[in-house]
């Protein structure tokens, strides 16, 4: 397969139109970082705000961990009253929270009820004033406390940071409130909250926050980074199906115009890592599938073997969907070595007839019966080691960091009471979820899921939400061309084409049996696949009727048409409510 002009101009447009897209007002670059970590009960420090003010609400900026503390008010820093408990629970983690006051004070004394939290910043507001901060006329600490991490000035030292409202951009959101702050405390040697899921996606949200700061840009740039290379990906995988620019574009094209591929890879979360090594070992899975041990050395077939077993193991350790589709690589790897076998039986069927006369058939026929157990031998030999040893030492290496900052640090005991909790987590979850669904519901979109829903410092009939479902276009006929590539491949015997439906149902099947609460955002994983599958459709429309051309240019048109008008929930762009209401909202499961 090589690349022509025509698809690099084709890649690179596409790419770094969806990069721009999805790089605007990703969230903020800029958050606090110096904080507070208090070590024990009864640790205190007061504030000082120069002269007496009516407070009417203090904001804070949370840290990882949660506890409670207590605010009291006063004129004169011997006696306290209005006292004020305050939880600092796992939501609060990264965002911005607001606690209405109403109280008249010079000074604010912050006592500790229960450690185990950290805060980063601090703001008190008065009443009826502007949204500016109060200046700190000074911060005395409890000179016999000894934090755990920093010191109470730290809280209100970086002011010019704190943003007149809280949303997306300088919050975490929906499940970030984990991910991100799990990604933080693997860098920093505490031992992690999110434990349900493996720890390798978070490790990569990780590294965005080490590169850009501890900020929503920080733990957002590394997932949006991965939903930007999907796009070539996807063009490079279907170059090699179709073998036209014009369809490795068009499913290009649609993947960047899908809504769940835009929402899913904008938010600090861990399925966008899965999602792309799924796709990774599945092309390489296709490259192997294709080639022919009788035809090509035995080494340069397992190379993409080898390929495809090390993103098995990288998506593995990122989330365990991955698994799914471990299930569709054996069985690409079966049909071929069924058909390799087909071969061989054949070859020793013409040997025994003795009827070649060409010489070249001859020697790879006796090629074929004197080398088939041999390289399949070797090849079913390679796959334990690229499928199986190699994705266990990435995953038991994934949990390096968690476990090292556990009191008994990385052990094998560990690593398997890891594997034990995250089971039984996901087995055994039997809760309920507004927003959850059914893996029937998902390719018809029953049930979004509103990822973020903002109010503050919006004007009068204002709204911002982010919400994740798929571009209603491609998800509602992606499903039954889905069907119509399973039915007409096998009728066909296009097994080259094989990958496009044994990949998606390989990942969609499990959840069929999966007893736990599920949401729409699982169907991710299928998305490409389908495209793929809607894509060739298109083809086989194409070559059968010239003028159906027409019929793909005005299925984009439309496409890219929705996308723009499903942008502002998308992105969390303020907008009118109404149009939301009466535009967006085709049906009443769907809230946001």
Same mark, same amino acid.
């Given at each position: ?43 205190? =420090?007061?504030?000082?705000? %120069? ?39 796992? $939501? ?59 010191? +109470?000035?730290?809280? =209100? ?16 959101? #929906? ?6 702050? /799990?990604?933080?405390?693997? @860098? ?7 434990? @349900? ?8 949200? &990780? ?8 900020? +929503? ?6 997932? /949006? ?21 014009? *369809? ?6 649609? #993947? ?19 999602? #792309? ?101 070797? /090849? ?10 190699? +994705? ?17 640090? #990385? @052990? ?19 809760? @309920? ?14 049930? +979004? ?20 479902? %798929? ?24 097994? /080259? ?61 439309? &496409? ?16 009118? $409510?109404? *149009? ?13």
């Amino acid at each position: 397969m090589k690349f022509k002009r025509i698809d690099w101009i084709c890649i690179l447009a596409i790419t770094a139109v969806y990069a721009a897209i999805a790089l605007y007002n990703l969230g903020s670059t800029k958050s606090p970082e110096t904080l507070w970590e208090p070590a024990a009960s009864g640790e205190s =420090f007061y504030v000082d705000l %120069g002269q007496s003010k009516q407070l009417e609400r203090v904001n804070i900026f949370g840290g990882v961990g949660t506890g409670k503390f207590k605010l009291e008010f006063s004129e004169f820093p011997e006696v306290w009253s209005s006292p004020l408990d305050v939880s600092e629970d796992v $939501g609060n983690v990264f965002i911005w929270k607001s606690q209405p006051l109403n109280v008249a004070a010079r000074y604010v004394k912050f006592t500790v009820t229960s450690p185990g939290f950290t805060l980063n910043e601090m703001a008190f507001y008065e009443q009826g004033g502007e949204r500016v901060p109060l200046s700190i006329a000074g911060v005395t600490p409890d000179a016999n406390a000894v934090a755990k991490r920093g010191e +109470p000035a730290n809280l =209100f030292d970086e002011q010019s940071l704190i943003p007149e409202y809280s949303n997306f951009m300088n919050s975490t959101y #929906f499940d970030e409130i984990y991910h991100a702050r /799990t990604a933080y405390e693997y @860098t920093h040697g505490i031992v992690p909250y999110e434990n @349900t899921h493996p720890p390798l996606g978070k490790l990569l949200i &990780a590294v965005g926050m080490e590169l850009f700061g501890v900020n +929503p840009f920080g733990w957002r740039i590394i997932g /949006t980074l991965f939903g930007i290379a999907m796009l070539p990906l996807i063009y490079v995988m279907a170059l090699r199906l179709f073998k036209k620019s014009k *369809y490795a574009a068009l499913a290009t094209g649609l #993947f960047a115009l899908d809504f769940m591929h835009f929402t899913q890879t904008r938010i600090s979360t861990i399925d966008v890592y899965g999602v #792309f090594f799924i796709m990774l070992m599945f092309y390489f899975m296709q490259r192997y599938y294709t080639m022919n041990f009788f035809r090509q050395p035995l080494r340069k077939t397992l190379i993409p073997l080898f390929w495809s077993g090390l993103f098995f193991g990288i998506g593995v350790a990122s989330k365990w969907i991955v698994l799914y589709g471990g299930a569709g690589l054996a069985i690409m790897l079966a049909i071929s070595l069924f058909e390799r076998y087909r071969e061989y039986k054949a070859s020793g069927r013409l040997l025994a007839e003795g009827k070649i006369k060409d010489k070249e058939l001859l020697g790879t026929c006796r090629e074929a019966v004197n080398s088939f157990w041999k390289n399949t031998i070797i /090849t079913l030999a390679s796959c334990v080691a690229f499928f199986v040893i190699i +994705p266990v030492i990435i995953y038991s290496l994934s949990f390096v960091p968690g476990l090292s900052a556990s009191a008994e640090g #990385f @052990t094998i005991k560990g690593l398997i009471d890891s594997q034990k909790n995250m089971y039984n987590y996901h087995s055994q979850l039997v809760a @309920t979820h507004p927003f959850a669904s059914s893996w029937w519901q998902w390719p018809f979109m029953k049930r +979004p899921v509103w990822f973020f829903s903002g109010s503050e410092g919006l004007p009068q009939g204002q709204v911002s939400s982010i919400v994740t479902m %798929g571009n209603p276009l491609i998800w509602w006929t992606g499903i039954f061309a889905m069907l119509a590539t399973l039915w007409i491949t096998l009728k066909r015997k296009d097994k /080259t084409l094989y990958m496009i439906w044994i990949a998606f149902f390989s990942q969609y099947v499990p959840w069929m049996l999966v007893p736990r609460e599920t949401f729409i955002y699982h169907y991710f994983a299928m998305v490409p696949f389908m495209i793929l599958g809607i894509v060739y459709i298109m083809k086989l429309l194409d070559s059968k009727y010239p003028e159906a051309r027409y019929v793909s240019y005005v299925y984009v048109a439309v &496409a890219l048409l929705l996308f723009v008008a499903f942008y502002p929930v998308l992105s969390g762009m303020q907008v009118s $409510g109404d *149009y939301v209401k009466n535009m967006l909202r085709w049906f009443p499961s769907w809230v946001f």
